[in-house]
């Protein structure tokens, strides 16, 4: 089946600095992925949707200079935490899905555990 | 705002017990998925409906979408402890891109 992969699993990191997740397409080709947010015992909520060789796509809410996602590949898109605060910290959690339009199938990385200290 | 509602939010029922988690909305949906998740894990895909008034048993749960499209049922018969976790229904809209929109979610402990 379709898996895609998500790194790291956990992160730390101060105050100040950024930091990168990826998230991989490992047996198929996506040109479409999506991340989302999630605080403890509460749902998903959709960050933006990453189109590979043009701009993300941000939801309402979501500050894009704050969460730079770039997807360069069919394979690969990355989300990247600029200036992390505290309050940045949450799951953070990228999807795929390896069919067409008519294809209903989406599969998810295992997350991202983001502390900022 | 929540495009799609479930109830309830929490639920801590007895190894045997039968229980119903309901996603509702008043938008109608081209699918509908249902979705369990464990803490620090992605979620994983139960089932995807596409078509109004179908059901779709997967062992012991039984899946319905409702006949306009807008609501869906879960139902556990003979919950065991392994059932416990995250359960969320997600939608695409009909006609939009392929994104898909969360409930609010259940959180389901199964006691032994």
């Known amino acids: 089946g379709a898996v895609v992969s998500q790194h790291p699993s956990r992160v730390i990191c101060k105050s100040g600095t950024s930091v990168k997740i990826e998230c991989r397409s490992l047996?198929?080709?996506?040109?479409?992925m999506f991340w989302y947010r999630q605080f403890p015992k509460k749902s998903l909520m959709l960050m933006a949707t990453?189109?590979?060789?043009?701009?993300?796509?941000?939801e309402q809410g979501v500050e894009k200079d704050k969460f730079l996602i770039n997807h360069a590949s069919l394979t690969l898109s990355t989300l990247t935490v600029t200036s992390a605060h505290p309050e940045d910290s949450s799951f953070y959690i990228c999807?795929?899905?390896?069919?067409?339009?008519?294809?209903?199938?989406?599969?998810f990385g295992s997350g991202t555990r983001l502390t900022v200290v | 705002t929540q495009l799609l509602e479930q109830s309830p939010q929490f639920l801590s029922i007895q190894e045997g017990e039968n229980l119903t988690v309901y996603c509702n909305s008043s938008?109608?949906?081209?699918?509908l998925q249902w979705y369990r998740q464990e803490p620090g894990e992605g979620p994983v895909l139960l089932v995807t409906v596409v078509t109004g008034g179908e059901v779709k048993k997967l062992k012991r749960l039984t899946f319905q979408f409702g006949d306009a499209r807008k609501d869906s049922s879960l139902h556990i018969t003979a919950a065991q402890t392994g059932d416990t976790g995250l359960y969320l229904c997600a939608a695409r809209h009909s006609g939009s891109a392929r994104q898909l929109t969360f409930g609010s979610g259940t959180q389901l402990t199964v006691l032994p």
């Open positions: 938008s109608v949906f081209s699918s």
């Open positions: 047996d198929f080709q996506a040109t479409t």
């Open positions: 999807s795929a899905s390896p069919g067409g339009i008519g294809d209903y199938g989406y599969t």
């Open positions: 990453s189109n590979e060789g043009s701009k993300a796509t941000y």
